[in-house]
């Protein structure tokens, strides 16, 4: 008679426990369960499957569960644990306490020896339930024609040009009532680019909104201040928004949605322009845009439900008439006056005139893209010299009058003594023997002789 299991579990004295199997094995058993429904029996399958009997039975049988079993595993203390009364009690003192700093107070002071991973964990959870941030609402606002536009940048990554590599960026501005986009592209975003492509948009749009929304540039913010404080613009900033009549305004900090219109409108010329297409030059990537411009335009705008060019009509209407003439940008910088009559400008050199220079001078540079002018300092500036820019660093950019009259070292101008006339050579002698001669008093040696004797 054949055993119905393993030879172990005949031995006397011994009890079989059915064993506990993982979710693997529970399936793979599962799959014999066809043989039981066919007349095998209990030992048949464990012969099969090589399981004791009690356990094909205890997993085969009508009544077994349907689910594979679970293994009851005890609790696990956590390192953290025996620190979270004490990380809650920061929290609760100081809300916005960072977690690096928690860590290196564990460490320091109470020997934690986990690692600052769970102390992260640990402190994002309990900030959550401590102190919970409210949730990031906003009210939706609508402006009139003509009220508003919204600026920013975005980043287009580097393109292959002839030149080289050139990193390319999106100058956008979008009229807010009507959601009418203008793009443009450029390889920086300094001051003079930035504002430079202020006056392409509203030479594009035909007009001047009243108001203007930026976020917190350094072209536009001289520096950067609290919650609830002013301000501070940008000089060029001011001047320009005077020049053409619009306010500034400035995005609250980490508040995008304060220009959510301008935002989707980056994202929306990206996709639309630059999606699956190269480009060799950025007057490439601007003829793009233009080409693809009239598209959108004729499309209806999921928010106001109305075609972009027919509610633009209205929106450039209310827009403030440009002036006669565009605003010249201008960056400014502070340069001392060489001896040589130069100052340096991105490692190039620029002259003035040599009769308006004084001991230790500074001048002020103001900058465009074609020109350098040099202006004085004080009360009452005054232009010194103007040059075209430089078109490569290194560069002498020198007006040849600006010297005129200025000695070279090598030989003297009119009008200017450059070296004394040298003496003959019994003036040098007579004058050399005159500053060698010193008056000695003369005494007789008795002198000496009355001066050494004893009293």
Not at 86 to 99: M, T, Y
Not at 335 to 361: H, I
Request: aromatic share 8%.
């Amino acid at each position: 008679m054949s055993s119905s299991g393993p030879k172990a579990s005949k031995r006397p004295g011994r009890t079989r426990i059915p064993m506990l199997l993982s979710v693997e094995e529970w399936m793979d058993l599962r799959a014999f369960r066809a043989l039981r429904g066919a007349g095998a029996s209990w030992a048949e399958i464990a012969r099969e499957t090589g399981y004791d009997w009690r356990t094909v039975k205890k997993y085969l049988a009508a009544e077994a569960a349907a689910l594979p079993p679970s293994v009851a595993r005890a609790p696990q203390g956590r390192l953290i644990d025996p620190y979270r009364t004490l990380i809650d009690d920061w929290l609760e003192g100081e809300p916005r306490l960072q977690a690096t700093v928690i860590f290196q107070r564990l460490v320091a002071e109470h020997g934690f020896p986990g690692s600052y991973q769970r102390v992260k964990l640990y402190v994002a959870e309990a900030r959550e339930r401590i102190c919970p941030l409210p949730p990031e609402l906003h009210r939706r606002f609508e402006v009139l024609p003509g009220a508003q536009a919204q600026v920013d940048w975005g980043d287009e990554g580097t393109i292959e040009t002839l030149a080289g590599p050139e990193h390319i960026y999106s100058f956008h501005m979008t009229l807010s009532y009507s959601r009418d986009p203008f793009c443009c592209f450029t390889t920086s975003q300094d001051l003079l680019t930035f504002w430079a492509c202020h006056v392409r948009a509203l030479a594009h749009f035909g007009g001047v909104p009243a108001a203007i929304v930026y976020d917190r540039t350094k072209t536009v913010v001289r520096r950067h201040v609290g919650r609830g404080e002013p301000v501070p613009l940008h000089p060029e900033a001011l001047a320009f928004a005077t020049h053409y009549g619009f306010a500034i305004i400035v995005c609250a900090a980490n508040r995008p949605q304060a220009k959510g219109r301008v935002e989707r409108q980056v994202k929306v010329v990206r996709d639309g322009v630059l999606a699956g297409r190269v480009f060799y030059h950025p007057a490439e990537i601007d003829a793009a845009f233009l080409e693809w411009l009239p598209a959108r335009r004729a499309q209806v705008h999921r928010t106001h439900g109305e075609v972009i060019a027919v509610r633009a009509k209205a929106d450039r209407a209310a827009l403030s008439p440009l002036p006669e003439r565009p605003y010249t940008v201008c960056e400014r910088h502070l340069r001392s006056v060489g001896k040589d009559c130069l100052v340096s400008f991105e490692a190039s050199l620029y002259s003035l005139p040599w009769t308006a220079v004084r001991r230790r001078m500074k001048v002020e540079l103001r900058v465009t893209p074609e020109q350098v002018a040099i202006w004085s300092l004080g009360a009452e500036p005054a232009l010194l010299a103007s040059h075209a820019r430089a078109g490569a660093r290194g560069s002498w950019v020198v007006e040849p009058a600006h010297w005129e009259g200025l000695p070279d070292g090598r030989s003297a101008a009119a009008g200017h003594e450059l070296v004394r006339p040298v003496p003959d050579e019994a003036e040098l002698m007579a004058s050399r023997s005159a500053r060698m001669t010193v008056p000695v008093a003369r005494r007789d040696l008795a002198t000496y002789d009355r001066i050494g004797a004893p009293a």
